[in-house]
């Protein structure tokens, strides 16, 4: 199994604590961001990072929320997501931190980096994108789409992907569709792929476990979806 080693560093008053895996070759490597769901920082996002590793790329699980925080249930999540969906430019700030800290590393190639994210990390890897920051790559798996701060024209410098379920209750098609003017208005290059029979949360396998409406594994969109990223990411880092 790859090693995991916290990545800790400070952002508004919080210490933020994301696991970083680096590849056993010798450096310095493309990296990829994997940016955590509504729960946080969880075994899933650690599992994407140690097989990006051992692809060859440096990638760290991000914290969003300080800590390393993770909540296994839906309940306990309130606080930790609103604080960060209430406040879009700390949210956006937020991103672009950890990317900075990324670049900032000796194992990391500061020209290639991308970033995926699920969930909510999927809207945070757009609002890294928006951001203007010079990252290759970034990788919605059934994100949030919408936005307070639409990307300005000429602000995304890589490549767009976004993979969605038509059947997903928390990225309607008219903000499939919002998403997809922004992007052209902004002169984006992007690829939006809508998996008509997939709900939210479908890379998951323990989806079906929280038996909420709306939320479901499904394996064909997981490894269409996953695919599609690796060959992107290669394309581009």
């Known amino acids: 199994m790859t090693e995991l080693r916290a990545m800790t560093f400070h952002h508004e008053g ?3 604590v994301g696991q970083i895996a680096v590849p056993d070759t010798p450096g310095p490597h493309p990296a990829v961001m994997v940016m955590h769901n509504a729960h946080g920082l969880g075994e899933m996002m650690r599992e994407k990072a140690r097989v990006l590793a051992k692809l060859g790329y440096v990638a760290v699980a991000t914290d969003m929320y300080g800590g390393g925080k993770y909540h296994p249930d839906a309940q306990s999540i309130g606080a930790s997501l609103t604080e960060l969906i209430k406040a879009p430019q700390l949210l956006r700030a937020r991103t672009v931190a950890w990317y900075e800290q990324l670049k900032a590393r000796p194992e990391v190639e500061p020209q290639r980096i991308a970033a995926i994210g699920y969930c909510f990390g999927g809207q945070c890897v757009l609002e890294l994108a928006r951001s203007g920051v010079d990252v290759k790559a970034a990788v919605s798996f059934h994100g949030l789409l919408s936005t307070a701060m639409p990307a300005q024209p000429g602000a995304i410098q890589g490549q767009v992907a976004i993979y969605t379920g038509a059947k997903d209750p928390y990225a309607s098609a008219d903000h ?8 052209i208005d902004a002169g984006a290059h992007f690829q939006i792929m809508v ?14 476990d929280t038996g909420r409406p709306g939320i479901a594994y499904d394996p064909m969109a997981d490894r269409v979806s996953w695919a599609g990223t690796l060959a992107l ?4 880092l």
């Open 14 to 16: 919080v210490e933020l």
């Open 176 to 183: 499939v569709e919002a998403l997809r003017r922004e992007l």
């Open 195 to 208: 998996f008509n029979d997939a709900y939210h949360a479908f890379t998951d396998p323990h989806a079906d």
């Open 233 to 236: 990411l290669e394309a581009t």
